[in-house]
């Protein structure tokens, strides 16, 4: 399918990588794909010369987060992009119709797929949080609108994907979704959950050391980066409350206030009209 392609950022996780490309080189479709390698210390640039020789490698001189997809983007020439982790792939199929809908529909900038999580295949709790957003459908758009999805879930129209800016270098890594989907629709770019498009995730049981921590500092970045000013300072109390006896949520305030400066110099609040579809998602939350 020579319209899309797929970008992969990985990082030290050779024999994960090796099982995902397994799956995406055997896709009817035929993506092109690209591997943007961060920064790797183990065996992954051997093992994808030795052994996938049909996937293209952009070689990073540092880590630089969910960054790399944007590098990868931006070397691909395909109008459509799928993003998967070195822990997800793509359903046969899965791909050739997010293409359709994204030729069917030209205000479409994101597709976000239903995950289906490990062995068992069960539905990733988010699934159910898209296909029910309150933001409900556009006459101009399939599936359902949302502001948020899974990065190892989504496929992206490449003009809005760079249009939007790609993913922020304030957030790095972990939680770094809903800002793009902002700053996607933003642009008047449609974000939207269509679940008939399927993405299979098998993470590592074991949490990534972090991981939680940035989730929680960029829930807060974002707010300052994106919402009003007293949401954001509500949000930022919040997690200082937590802070006191909790230490990750301590991790995660200490982090947002080293990145706090960074954020609010490219602070820009969203149009009216998207602020009170944000705040229409705040209050379906559970």
Known sequence: MTDLGIVIATRNRADR???????????????????????????TRA??????????????????????RTEGVRALSTPYI???DDDSWWEPGALELAGKLLDAHPRL???????????????????????????GPATDLPGTQVLGFLACAAVVRRTAYL?????????FFGGEETLLAYDLAARGWGVTHCPDVVAHHHPDPAPRPGR????RRNDVLTAWLRRPVPY?????????????????A?????????????????????????????????????
């Open 163 to 171: 249009d939007a800016g790609g993913f922020h270098p304030v957030l």
């Open 47 to 68: 093992l994808l010369a030795r052994d996938f020789p049909q996937a293209g490698v952009l070689a990073l001189a540092e880590n630089r987060g969910a960054l790399a």
């Open 109 to 135: 900038g994101l597709v976000s797929a239903r995950t289906l999580v490990g062995p068992a295949e069960e539905d990733d709790p988010l699934n159910d949080v898209l296909e029910h957003s309150p933001l």
């Open 232 to 248: 954001a300072l509500a949000r930022t109390r919040e997690l200082a409350a937590e802070a006191r006896h909790d230490p990750v």
């Open 250 to 286: 301590r991790q995660a305030l200490r982090q947002t206030l080293a990145r706090l400066p960074a954020a609010l110099r490219a602070r820009r609040a969203l149009p009216p009209h998207l602020e009170h579809a944000a705040r229409t998602l705040d209050g379906a939350r559970p």
């Open 212 to 215: 939680p921590a940035a989730q």
């Open 17 to 43: 990588l090796a099982r995902t490309l397994r799956r995406l080189t055997a896709l009817p479709e035929r993506p092109e794909i690209l591997v943007v390698d961060n920064a790797s210390t183990d065996h």
């Open 82 to 84: 799928a993003f998967s």
